[in-house]
């Protein structure tokens, strides 16, 4: 289970980095003149919602991998409580 709670991490890294190298390729105007942008970057990178202000790029990158990790955690928790049951008698035909 950590393996995959460290992979969250690593995507929630990942998205950062995707998002920095987009809006610098990007110049001018690079989440467009429509809120579909702006929409996706919180949808993908909650940091964004909850500053206002500009915030340094490692910043958002260990808080959005802190992120994904909590719902790494979540998830794979929910996943393994629900997986089902196998009986140890053996297979059932």
């Known amino acids: 289970m950590k393996l995959r709670i460290a992979i969250w991490s690593g995507l929630g890294a990942l998205v950062v980095v ?3 190298i987009y809006i610098s390729a990007t110049l ?3 989440l467009g003149a429509g809120g579909a942008g702006r929409a996706l970057v919180y949808l993908t990178c909650p940091i964004a919602i909850a500053s206002q202000h500009p915030q ?3 910043f958002v990158l260990i808080v959005n991998a802190a992120t994904y990790a909590l719902a790494g955690v979540v998830v794979e928790t ?3 409580y ?3 049951r196998l009986l140890s008698n053996g297979p059932s035909y």
Do not use: E
Request: aromatic share 26%; glycine share 6%.
């Open 18 to 20: 995707v998002w920095r």
């Open 28 to 30: 001018s105007n690079p």
């Open 56 to 58: 340094g790029f490692y």
């Open 78 to 80: 929910m996943r393994r």
């Open 82 to 84: 629900y997986k089902p």
